[in-house]
């Protein structure tokens, strides 16, 4: 489930918390109760209340956690921050040309402590806009850094065999050599 579903799931569950329990529903639900006259009849309906409540209390905490947990998993910590400013850009030298200087240097600025501070109380999330597109940058460098296995191209091997087979010791050969090989996988 991905974090907007989770979201949107707390959400609901919110609304629907919030409206089981507005207080004119459970003032209502206490007023029906007293008219009923027998006591331990009203004070069971009256624990059933408390109970609900109490459950929903509950859940509005676990809802809160949800919330509480996702604004913690978009903030940078000033521990994070002084980790990034310090350690990234050295790393990154080595990888960028001397042209990409000064697009690092606007990036740097970008990834200021103040900066970082300024755009999270606005809502800006640093890990989703520079860590998926990081991610997918790194990725797309490992993979153009390994060579592809070279393919079989299929007519180049349906022609050496039909060469193969124009000539009777070259074709007898060869599957010598192919049971050989049968033997020593087995």
Do not use: C
């Not at 980790?83 to 990234?88: D, E, G, Q, S």
């Not at 809502?123 to 990081?134: C, Q, R, S, T, V």
């Not at 007519?155 to 065999?161: G, I, R, W």
């Amino acid at each position: 489930m991905s974090d907007n579903d989770v979201l949107m799931k707390a959400g609901a569950d919110l609304a629907v918390v919030a409206i089981n329990n507005t207080a004119s529903l459970v003032h209502e639900k206490i007023k029906s109760i007293k008219t009923n006259k027998d006591l331990k009849e009203q004070n069971s309906e009256l624990q059933g209340i408390i109970t609900d409540l109490l459950d929903d209390k509950a859940e509005l905490l676990r809802i809160a956690q949800i919330y509480e947990q996702e604004l913690a998993s978009q903030k940078i910590t000033d521990d994070d921050i002084e980790f990034i400013t310090k350690n990234i850009f050295p790393i990154l030298l080595h990888f960028i040309s001397d042209d990409q200087i000064k697009d690092l240097n606007k990036i740097k600025q970008l990834l200021s402590k103040e900066m970082i501070t300024i755009l999270q109380l606005v809502g800006f999330n640093y890990k989703k806009a520079i860590g998926e597109p990081l991610t997918r940058l790194v990725g797309s460098f490992i993979e153009s850094k390994i060579k592809p296995t070279a393919q079989v191209d299929q007519n180049q091997v349906l022609m050496a065999m039909i060469e193969l087979s124009k000539d009777s010791e070259s074709f007898d050969r060869f599957k010598e050599m192919a049971s050989w090989e049968k033997r020593d996988s087995l």
